[in-house]
C-alpha cells in the first residue's frame, strides 16, 4: 500500500529558534498578522516575538481575540482584521486555539463564502505565508493540515482540513513553553500522548508514522510526569515539545481515531478543553479498543519498559493500559463529576454526542468497528 507524508515546508527547533529565522522571515512580506490569545499577550510571550520584529524591521498587527478554542466567529472577525491591515503574512502564536484559528483565517482570507462550507472538502488555495510557534506542548498544531473551529450555530466541532494548511515554518522553542502552568502542561501533554497512541493503532498508521509514535510515546511516558511536576525542568520541557511535534507528524500522516471522536462533543457541548476531554476518555476508548490489536499496544508497553520482550501480547497490551492509568492520576486528570459536569444533561445529550462522534470520522480509523452503541457505552461508563 502506498501513502503521502508530509510536515511543515521548514522547521527550527530548540532554544532561541526564534533568533534563527530572521531571513526566513523577512522572506514572507513586510507586514505580519499575529494571531494570539490574551495569555499569551499577558506572559509576555508576545512581546519576545513583537520585539524581534521590531529589531528586524517587520510591521506587524496584532489579533489577540482567541479566547478559548476558535469558533467560526473569530474566525471571521479575524479575516476581517487581516484584510483591513493589510499583511502579507500570518504568524499564530499560542497554544492549539491560536495555531488552530491562524490557520483559518489564513485560509479565509484567499477562500470565498463561510468556513463551515468547507466541512468535509479540503481547503486549497494560494494562501498567503504562515508562520505557527507553539507555546505549548501538545496540539502539534504545528505539523499538521488540520483546524479545529467551533460552529456555534450547531454546536460542533468542525475538522476541517487542507494540505495548504500546513505552515511555511514551523518554530518550537521549548523556552517558550516553561511558563505554562501545570494543568495546560497536563491537559496538552495527554492529548500528544492521545495523538501518538491513535495514530500508531489506527487503521491509517504507516511504518514511518508508527516511528514517530513509538518515540513520542516514550519521551511522553518518560517526561511528563516530570515536566507536570517542575515546570521549570528544562530537559522534560525539550523532551516534551519534541514528543508533541513529533505527535503531531503522527496524526498528520495517520489519523486520530475514537478517543479524539468522542472527545469534540464533549469539548462542544461542555466547553471542557482538548487535552482534558481526551484524557477523561482515552483509558475507556481503549480498553475498547484493545482487542483489536494486542500486538499494537504490546509495542507500546515494550518501548515504555513496563514489561519485558518475553511477555505475551495480551497481558502486555493490559500492562500498557494501566501504565496509562497512573499517568492519568499523576497528572490529576479530572472525571466529568469532578470537572463539574451535570450528569442529567450529559446523559440527555448522550445520543447527539454518539451521532457527532461517529459522524466526524475519526473512531471509523480505529482497527476494531466502533457502532453508536459501543460510543453510547463508553460515555456511560465514564461516570
Ligand atoms: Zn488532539
Known amino acids: 500500500m502506498a501513502y503521502q507524508f508530509t510536515v511543515p515546508s521548514r522547521c527550527m527547533f530548540g532554544s532561541g529558534a526564534l533568533d534563527q529565522c530572521e531571513m526566513t522571515i523577512k522572506e514572507y512580506g513586510k507586514k505580519a498578522f499575529i494571531v494570539t490569545g490574551k495569555v499569551v499577550t499577558k506572559s509576555g510571550i508576545l512581546k519576545k516575538l513583537t520585539d524581534r520584529l521590531d529589531t528586524w524591521g517587520i510591521e506587524y498587527e496584532v489579533f489577540n481575540e482567541i479566547i478559548g478554542e476558535p469558533t467560526d466567529e473569530m474566525i471571521v472577525e479575524g479575516v476581517k482584521a487581516y484584510k483591513k491591515a493589510g499583511?502579507?503574512?500570518?504568524?499564530g502564536i499560542g497554544g492549539g486555539s491560536p495555531l488552530d484559528s491562524a490557520k483559518a483565517i489564513m485560509a479565509m482570507t484567499v477562500l470565498d463564502g463561510e468556513i463551515a462550507d468547507y466541512i468535509g472538502k479540503e481547503l486549497e488555495g494560494e494562501f498567503p505565508p504562515l508562520v505557527l510557534i507553539p507555546t505549548t506542548a501538545g496540539t502539534g498544531s504545528e505539523t499538521t493540515k488540520f483546524t479545529v473551529v467551533t460552529d456555534t450555530k450547531k454546536d460542533i466541532k468542525m475538522l476541517l482540513k487542507g494540505e495548504k494548511l500546513l505552515p511555511t515554518l514551523a518554530v518550537v522553542d521549548?523556552?517558550?513553553?516553561?511558563?505554562?502552568p501545570k494543568g495546560v502542561t497536563a491537559a496538552t501533554g495527554m492529548d500528544a500522548l492521545t495523538h501518538a497512541v491513535e495514530a500508531y493503532t489506527s487503521r491509517k498508521a504507516n511504518p514511518l508514522t508508527d516511528m514517530y509514535a513509538l518515540s513520542a510515546i516514550k519521551r511522553i511516558f518518560k517526561y511528563l510526569p516530570k515536566a507536570y511536576k517542575d515546570g521549570e525542568n528544562k530537559k522534560a520541557r525539550e523532551e516534551m515539545a519534541l514528543a508533541a511535534f513529533e505527535a503531531g507528524v503522527c496524526i498528520n500522516n495517520s489519523s486520530v481515531t475514537i478517543v479524539h471522536g468522542m472527545s469534540r462533543p464533549i469539548g462542544a457541548l461542555f466547553h471542557v478543553p482538548h487535552g482534558i476531554s481526551n484524557a477523561m476518555l482515552?483509558?475507556?476508548?481503549?480498553?475498547f479498543a484493545v482487542d483489536g490489536c494486542y500486538e499494537k499496544f504490546a509495542n507500546i508497553a515494550r518501548k515504555i519498559g513496563v514489561v519485558g520482550t518475553e511477555t505475551a501480547d495480551e497481558v502486555a497490551a493490559n500492562a500498557f493500559l494501566e501504565a496509562l492509568e497512573r499517568l492519568c492520576e499523576t497528572c490529576e486528570i479530572p472525571t466529568l463529576k469532578q470537572y463539574g459536569i451535570d450528569k442529567e444533561k450529559f446523559d440527555s445529550l448522550v445520543d447527539k454526542m454518539a451521532t457527532d462522534a461517529i459522524d466526524s470520522g475519526s473512531p471509523g480509523n480505529t482497527?476494531?468497528?466502533v457502532t453508536k452503541d459501543d460510543v453510547i457505552k463508553i460515555?456511560?461508563?465514564l461516570w
Open 367 to 369: 482497527v476494531k468497528e
Open 282 to 287: 482515552i483509558k475507556e476508548c481503549l480498553t
Open 174 to 180: 521549548y523556552e517558550l513553553t516553561i511558563s505554562a
Open 379 to 381: 460515555y456511560q461508563k
Open 87 to 91: 499583511c502579507d503574512f500570518t504568524i
